[in-house]
């Protein structure tokens, strides 16, 4: 039937493209989590060997993207396309990580739904014929965040309740033509919405709104219920971003019985005090690189709606008065074999 | 023969989508130079009636946008796809106008390529048939550049003889699967480069390598020779980029006859004071749609290549020692009627 949009937010590319890489790397309170064991590369003291954490979060996504490699049996000069981005002003984390990888290169900015916006744009192009490997990598640092987002660590600041904890990780997935792995069969790209949340704190419920209008309009494209998916999982609303999404499907009178968030499933939340879970780019692309994927390996699951969410903020933004406006992208992961 | 990649870094979409509109929006600096009198908007005051500089950077988007819409005939909501991106952390010029426009919404980062990277995504997906029209959009803002990468505008500093003016412009195109106007027939998107250049008051030198890579690799990718174009036009290297790129061509033999920077274009060097030229994301963003495809339509130039170069610094990695990294995307124009 050929590459197609579907309705009005939904694109579908005309030979889904393989998940045939995988990779990811985190620091050390990512390792004391649930996925802790999953994880290819750990830095305890969340540094990987480098003098800044903005080079540690370049490092780590070279990291990520070099083990997905791997299992995809590939060269670094075996792809055709690099797509990726972060938090960092200027997107550095990617562009200097970039620079090591020495492949065509697309910079993305999508906050926090960046695995999302990665995984989507590598698949259509894939999938539509231009070349037959791409790379989509992303990354966060706990450290680089704080320092650029919020305050200075030495500070030693309170959190607020809303607050969630920015995730030292990154993910990074290799695509092919061809393979043996999960296919993306469809994506859902967002549209920004803002509902007027002003706290940079809440940001979970300031996504929460993109996140159920993406899904929605992900149901209404395909035609397909939330029962079509084994799991659908957002990320990184967290806890409270979480019931916002879960509250406005119920009160639509539909049940989302298998539906979790990134945020929720990257530290154990009582543990780990994350408050209400984790966030960061790097939250949804470790979730996905070592529970997601691994688990449809392993045939846990074989069709995964994954939508990460971001909060399109800055400080400036923030100290101007505004509010954050929210973005979701839906992935959908089937089969695989 | 269906959408394909073309060597190491081009790829051709099987149906070439058309340009069906473009449209700017500048500053008063900016309508004092030799484009002044196209530009769709202006602001002498450069706040086009907004509360802060990042502010009218989204108006400025906002209004390139609808005049592209304009002259596409198009209503906002007949957009499949928006591809934007800035200067600005985070990007916020780019998503708070995003909100405005309410289309999905793919957020990009490629420093002052931006332009070239939004106009070859949009498209290689639109020309595989990802939906029926889709805009790039970018823009860039001297005050808001200023504070973010410099010093504050009261400091008055004295600039060094090879700094560019970032322009206060914004430039926004819209691509149809069908209608009348240049087609987008080969892009070849670009790898990181990084000779070692560290002097951010120097970034023509630290782009140069990247703009000349690229141009080498489309040439050798699609077997054209530069005079397969009746103008090449990099940007924003400004002189010193422009003098290097064409040196390292004569170097190598092969002359660039009809070769041009939008660094050069945007503003009188000589009499706006503005050093080595113009630069910012508004730069080849606004000598696109103000002076390139008008001329096109002019019957001016049949085929222009148009490649937008972009230095992936931050303040943050200059302070900590980093040398620039640059890349530069190629995007072949040719035919309209």
Redesign the interface.
């Known amino acids: 039937m ?4 579907l309705g ?2 939904s ?1 579908c590319p ?1 030979s889904p493209p393989v998940i045939v890489g995988y990779g990811c790397a985190a620091g050390g309170k990512e390792a004391e989590g649930p996925l802790g064991a999953r994880f290819d590369h750990i830095s305890q003291d969340d540094t990987f060997g480098e ?2 954490w ?2 540690a979060e370049s490092r780590m996504q070279d990291l990520a993207l070099k083990a997905a490699l791997g299992r995809a049996g590939l060269a670094s000069d075996g792809l ?2 690099l797509l990726a ?1 972060d ?6 984390g ?3 990580a ?2 090591t ?11 926090c739904s960046t695995m999302g ?1 990665s995984l989507a ?1 590598a698949s ?2 894939l999938g ?5 490997h791409a790379a989509a990598v992303t990354s966060s640092h706990f450290c680089s965040a704080e320092r650029q987002y919020r305050t200075p660590l030495e500070y030693g600041c309170q959190r607020t309740p809303t607050a969630q904890w920015t995730a030292t990780a990154s993910g990074a997935v290799v695509l092919g033509r061809e393979g043996h792995g999960p296919r993306v069969t469809c994506v859902t ?4 919405r ?1 509902k007027g949340i002003q706290d940079a704190n809440n940001m979970g419920a300031a996504m929460a709104p993109a996140a159920y209008d993406t899904l929605r309009a992900h149901f209404a494209d395909t035609g397909r219920s939330p029962d079509y998916y084994d799991l659908i999982v957002t990320g990184d609303l967290g806890y409270l971003g979480h019931r916002i999404v879960t509250d406005f499907f119920a009160r639509d009178g539909v049940r989302m019985d298998h539906y979790d968030d990134c945020g929720l499933i990257l530290f154990d939340r009582e543990r780990q005090d994350v408050h209400c879970g984790a966030s960061g780019c790097g939250c949804s692309a470790s979730v996905l690189t070592a529970h997601l994927l691994p688990g449809m390996e392993k045939g846990l699951w074989r069709r995964i709606l994954f939508c990460p969410t971001g909060a ?6 923030t100290m ?1 008065g ?1 509010s954050i ?1 929210g ?1 979701c992208h839906a992935v959908a992961l089937e089969g695989g074999s």
């Open positions: 050929g590459n197609t949009k009005s937010q694109f005309d003098s800044s903005e080079k055709d396309l981005g938090l960092l002003n200027q997107c550095i990617s562009s200097f970039a620079r990888a020495a492949v065509p290169y697309l910079g993305l900015y999508g906050a916006e744009l259509l192009l539509a014929g231009y070349g037959r790209i967002g549209i920004v803002d399109l903020l800055s400080p400036t933004s101007q505004e406006p973005i």
